[in-house]
């Protein structure tokens, strides 16, 4: 069962940020948040992951909202390598093996 | 050193045959994992192993898909009597520990197609 929602898609010019969001209302405190990107005909990539506070890596930053049910992606200088499907997802790594649900996501296309 | 390797990287069958798919792991990573995905859909999850044994195997969608992993690195997946549904890229997946740091490193997937 979906644990998260996305948009289907969204465009982003070349050079800006791009910001993508992930709703998890349902989200349970052990729960983290993972992103993770699959660039077309290629296997999926680890972005990210969090639990409350925001994270930042060399590759984009989370920002995970107070109350954990929400939480946005941000690709701070999008480029046209960064068009891909984006999925958000949430996992008690604690007490699972990370089978992750990975859902449809959202079609990130960067615009030159 | 090398990533996830998956063989073959496209499989076309005809319905009804047995088919073999292979996934070399990163090297010291004790957990794998098997995902399918559908055109359109993101990665569906199958089994994973943790070593040699299957942890979870909940994902497997009837019993004529079977998994191994003998001696706790490569892993086949084994389908008998191949559907036309079957038809999708297998993605094989893994990571240091199981429900650990969270990163699993996916192969490029093998692409099965049933006619």
């Known amino acids: 069962d979906a644990k998260t929602t996305q948009p289907p898609s969204m465009d982003c010019a070349e050079g800006r940020a791009a910001n993508l969001p992930c709703n998890h209302s349902t989200i349970s405190g052990n729960e983290y948040v993972y992103w993770y990107r699959q660039i077309h005909s290629q296997g999926p990539q680890y972005i990210i992951h969090?639990?409350?506070n925001n994270e930042t890596n060399e590759m984009a930053s989370l920002i995970i909202t107070e109350d954990r049910k929400s939480s946005t992606l941000i690709l701070p200088h999008a480029t046209l390598r960064d068009t891909a499907v984006y999925y958000c997802i949430v996992s008690d790594r604690a007490n699972t093996g990370n089978q992750f649900y990975f859902g449809t996501g959202t079609s990130l296309t960067v615009i030159p | 050193g090398a990533g996830v390797s998956q063989t073959p990287s496209n499989k076309v069958t005809e319905k009804g045959k047995y088919v073999e798919l292979r996934c070399d792991p990163i090297?010291?990573?004790?957990?794998l994992y098997w995902y399918r995905q559908s055109l359109g859909q993101g990665p569906e999850f199958l089994i994973y192993?943790?070593?040699?044994?299957?942890?979870?195997d909940s994902g497997l969608p009837n019993d004529r898909f079977f998994a191994v992993r003998p001696e706790g690195s490569v892993s086949t997946l084994k389908i008998q009597r191949t559907e036309r549904g079957d038809s999708a890229v297998y993605l094989c997946?893994?990571?240091?520990?199981?429900?650990?740091?969270?990163?699993?490193?996916f192969g490029e997937g093998s692409r099965l197609t049933v006619l």
């Open positions: 090297s010291g990573h004790t957990a």
């Open positions: 192993f943790q070593g040699t044994g299957a942890a979870d």
């Open positions: 969090g639990l409350k």
């Open positions: 997946a893994s990571s240091y520990i199981a429900g650990g740091a969270g990163e699993l490193f």
